[in-house]
């Protein structure tokens, strides 16, 4: 069935480090992937999208890679700043669908 | 510009009863999307309203049904309420022309106890 799950549940990176989140997707269907960034007590928050038709797309500090070869994509976020912790999700919907579909999330914390 | 809004902010239940919840979206917006995110987990896609009807629905039970009014606010409404249900319920507003962007309000705390 159709899933979206991170690798990894936790990561910690040091203040002005580079981090590296991951996500793996199962359903080769999916044309549009997002991140999205959760604050504690917030609604997530849209970070950066990219189309199945792309295999990188770049914002401000952050770029997001899709491979799908491998059903891989990932977050980069350059120099790491302490807002930047929260938990992270990646989703996946589908062309002339409106569902999107969450993986479980990756925790991030930034060490000052 | 308000942004998506969500109330009541918390709210406690008993098993059975029945709770209603409601979202106001972002400006402009006239798609409301409800999801259910368990503590811990991603959040869950219960269903989509688009021109007041239900354009898509997730894997929920029918205890879970919806409105959308003519000014593009929604209710989610949960019937026979279990202690499952507990969960932070998520409303998400975004253009029906076609955009996956979707705007989050901050989520109503439900428990049922």
């Known amino acids: 069935g159709e899933s979206v799950g991170l690798h990894l549940p936790t990561l910690s990176v040091q203040e002005g480090d580079n981090s590296i989140i991951n996500c793996a997707y199962s359903?080769?269907?999916?044309?549009?992937f997002i991140w999205y960034k959760q604050e504690s007590g917030k609604g997530p928050q849209f970070i950066i999208d990219?189309?199945?038709?792309?295999d990188k797309r770049q914002g401000q500090r952050v770029t997001v890679l899709l491979n799908k070869t491998v059903k891989h994509l990932s977050l980069q976020i350059a120099a790491t700043q302490p807002g930047d912790s929260a938990v992270y999700f990646c989703?996946?919907?589908?062309?002339?669908?409106?569902?999107?579909?969450f993986g479980a999330g990756t925790r991030l914390f930034v060490k000052a | 510009d308000a942004g998506v809004t969500q109330s009541p902010t918390h709210l406690i239940k008993t098993r059975g009863q029945q709770v209603t919840l409601r979202c106001s979206p972002k400006?402009?917006?006239?798609?409301v999307s409800w999801y259910q995110q368990a503590l811990g987990q991603g959040p869950q896609f219960i269903f989509q309203?688009?021109?007041?009807?239900?354009?898509q629905r997730g894997n929920f039970p029918d205890r879970f049904s919806g409105h959308q009014f003519p000014n593009y606010s929604s209710e989610l409404n949960v019937n026979a309420l279990l202690l499952g249900d507990s969960a932070l319920y998520l409303c998400?507003?975004?253009?029906?022309?076609?955009?996956?962007?979707?705007?989050f309000g901050p989520g109503t705390r439900l428990t049922v106890t």
């Open positions: 998400a507003s975004s253009s029906g022309t076609g955009s996956y962007e979707q705007y």
């Open positions: 359903n080769s269907a999916s044309d549009y």
């Open positions: 990219i189309r199945s038709n792309m």
């Open positions: 989703a996946e919907a589908l062309t002339g669908g409106f569902k999107t579909i």
């Open positions: 400006s402009g917006h006239d798609t």
């Open positions: 309203y688009y021109e007041e009807e239900e354009r």
